[in-house]
């Protein structure tokens, strides 16, 4: 059953997302990530600029077959077309469709309050299928 996460209180979306995808890729992990699509944009434009020593290698499925084959992370609007389903980070505010085919999912949960509601919907929704959740709230963490 897959395995799911929801990261609490983080104040920057992508900036969170930027740092959990780098450790991700640093442990050899495949992920796709999900969210609107000016969202992803802002994400694609992060991994490039957030750190000058790492490279996260990133892109979207649109991309070059190549380019896709290599990237360990994969930026789609929907799962429909994941070329792997390790792990799914979703950005959304929605449920991604076909999440149970991934063995982990990752909720990233800002604080802002339209943000949490919509992730209290999304947390109801698993929790009625019988997944078991895991909580992170960000606020207990050291900043990395």
């Known amino acids: 059953m897959t395995e799911v996460a929801f990261h609490f209180n ?16 640093s442990s050899g992990a495949q992920l796709v990530v999900t969210g ?7 994400l694609d434009a ?3 600029t957030f750190s000058p020593v790492d ?3 990133h892109c979207y499925l649109e991309s070059e077959p190549s380019v896709a084959a290599a990237s360990p992370v994969m930026l789609m609007t929907s799962t429909e077309s994941a070329p792997h389903f390790q792990v799914l980070v979703n950005l959304g505010k929605a449920v991604p469709g076909g999440f149970e085919r991934f063995e982990r ?18 947390w109801k929704h698993y929790a009625d299928r019988g997944y078991a959740i895991t909580r992170h709230d960000l606020n ?4 990395q």
């Open 10 to 25: 983080a104040p920057d979306r992508v900036a969170y997302a930027c740092r959990l995808l780098r450790k991700a890729v």
């Open 36 to 42: 609107s699509p000016d969202t992803l944009r802002q």
């Open 46 to 48: 992060a991994l490039w």
């Open 55 to 57: 490279f996260v290698p």
């Open 105 to 122: 999912v990752i909720e990233v949960v800002t604080l802002d309050d339209e943000d949490r509601q919509f992730a209290r919907t999304r």
């Open 140 to 143: 207990l963490k050291p900043s």
